[in-house]
Every structure is written in C-alpha cells, then in structure tokens.
C-alpha cells in the first residue's frame, strides 16, 4: 500500500513563507516523480510543480515559478514544496502525488496524498 502524507500546511500573511512535505512510504521512492497540484474552492485542480525521479527536471506552473521550488530528499522519502512571497491567489488546499513520470495532468499521477490546507491573508 502507497501512502502519501502532507504536512506544512497554514495560515500566513500575503509575502510570508511555508513549506509543505510529503512523506512517502510502501514503494521504491527514488523511482517515483513526484508532483505537487492545489485546488481552490469551486475550481478545478490545477498542477503546480513536479520533479522527475533523479531530481534533476523541475518543472512549474507559470503563476509560481520564481515564488515556489520543489525538491527532493530520496534518504527520508520526502518531497518539498519551498513556497516564498506568497499571495491570496494561491491559497488552496494543496495535494501531493506520485507517479512513474512528471506531468501536469492529474491523471498521470497513481497515489495521492489527503491534502493540506493553506490560507494566505491579505
């Protein structure tokens, strides 16, 4: 069994920072690309950055790039969402996820994490 796990998540002012963590257990991890994808209420959910299984391809979305770095730490099975000058626009409840290659479909993408909420006040 594949088991995401979200952390990191809050309330923070418009130019504040959080990092989001996504531990992953029950598969080889180093083998997976990872994504990161948030959704808004009322919206769809859209992709946010991904990083490929050796860690050397990162890729984002343009409204982050810049603000937001994904890495990867293959020794604690961890993934890393580095969010900095934060807005409003990017408060949404933030979703991890595993795959055999990065993408920004959704549907690329086998497990998923539960999710955990950030709020940017203005």
């Known amino acids: 069994q594949v088991q995401l796990v979200e952390s990191g998540g809050g309330l923070v002012q418009a130019g504040g920072s959080l990092r989001l963590s996504c531990a992953v257990s029950?598969?080889?991890?180093?083998?997976?690309?990872m994504g990161w994808f948030r959704q808004a209420p009322g919206k769809e959910r859209e992709f946010v950055a991904a990083?490929?299984?050796?860690?050397?391809?990162?890729y984002y979305t343009n409204s982050v790039k810049g603000r937001f770095t994904i890495s990867r730490d293959d020794a604690k099975n961890t993934a890393y969402l580095q969010m900095s000058s934060l807005k409003p626009d990017d408060t949404a409840v933030y979703y991890c996820a595993a795959g055999p290659k990065t993408g920004t479909n959704p549907g690329g993408y086998d497990y998923w994490g539960q999710g955990t909420q950030v709020t940017v006040s203005s």
């Open positions: 029950g598969r080889t991890y180093s083998s997976t690309a």
């Open positions: 990083i490929s299984s050796s860690g050397h391809s990162t």
